[in-house]
């Protein structure tokens, strides 16, 4: 079963705005990833964010983490046409002896030149 | 390129038949997982293995297994296919057991006809 939730599950924007995407999960955590996926492609590591930081930034990226309302966001400034992709948000939970990740559902991002 | 290597790219065979997947992780990453995407299921975890020792356990049928090798690289075993397992199968490696990154390799995809 998934953890998280992702909202919305579709974006469809124009170049040069802000994305913002969101993801709630149900239980306590070590970290928090965000990852893209271009379609049927892998999945590319953007950011890791753990249980104890409120924000990260990598680039035109910002993370925010809110434990107490189990909720994160993920921001994409200045958007391009190739950060259309899906993005998927994932847990690693503070109670497994491993470090297995649980995906949301994702969002699809759509970036209109 | 993540550094992750993963083959076949795709594999097309028949109900019943037995497939393995192979993954070579990063240098220098002990930990491997794999990860299976399907439409219906999403992305959810399998398996994890933590130089050459099984450390957690996902969604995996009993139909599946998986090992890692002294060298660390690591293969998915699938017996006594059906349909509904046709997917993409993704390999992911990261330096630690736990709580950091996972960094994903470009997917086997996986058809049953």
């Known amino acids: 079963s998934q953890q998280g939730e992702e909202d919305p599950q579709a974006l469809s924007i124009q170049e040069g705005e802000n994305a913002t995407m969101n993801c709630s999960y149900k239980?306590?955590?070590?970290?928090l990833q965000w990852y893209r996926q271009n379609s049927g492609r892998g999945l590319v590591h953007l950011i890791l964010?753990?249980?104890?930081?409120r924000e990260k930034h990598s680039g035109r990226l910002r993370v925010t983490l809110d434990t107490s309302k189990k909720s994160s966001s993920l921001l994409i400034t200045a958007s391009r046409a190739a950060d259309t992709a899906s993005y998927f948000c994932?847990?690693?939970?503070?109670?497994?002896?491993?470090?297995?990740?649980?995906f949301g559902g994702g969002t699809r991002l759509m970036v209109k030149p | 390129d993540s550094g992750v290597t993963q083959t076949p790219k795709h594999l097309i065979t028949a109900t019943g038949q037995r497939v393995t997947l192979r993954c070579s992780p990063r240098?220098?990453?002990?930990?491997v997982y794999w990860y299976q995407q399907s439409l219906d299921q999403g992305l959810q975890f399998l398996i994890q293995?933590?130089?050459?020792?099984?450390?957690a356990k996902g969604n995996i049928l009993e139909r599946f297994s998986a090992q890692q090798f002294p060298d660390l690289h690591s293969e998915l075993n699938l017996s006594s296919l059906e349909l509904g397992d046709s997917a993409l199968y993704f390999c992911?490696?990261?330096?630690?057991?736990?709580?950091?990154?996972?960094?994903f390799g470009p997917g086997t995809r996986l058809t049953v006809l």
């Open positions: 992911a490696s990261s330096v630690l057991a736990r709580d950091n990154e996972q960094f």
């Open positions: 239980t306590s955590i070590n970290n």
């Open positions: 964010i753990r249980s104890n930081e």
């Open positions: 994932a847990t690693a939970t503070a109670y497994n002896a491993g470090n297995m990740l649980t």
């Open positions: 240098s220098g990453d002990l930990s």
């Open positions: 293995y933590y130089n050459g020792e099984e450390r």
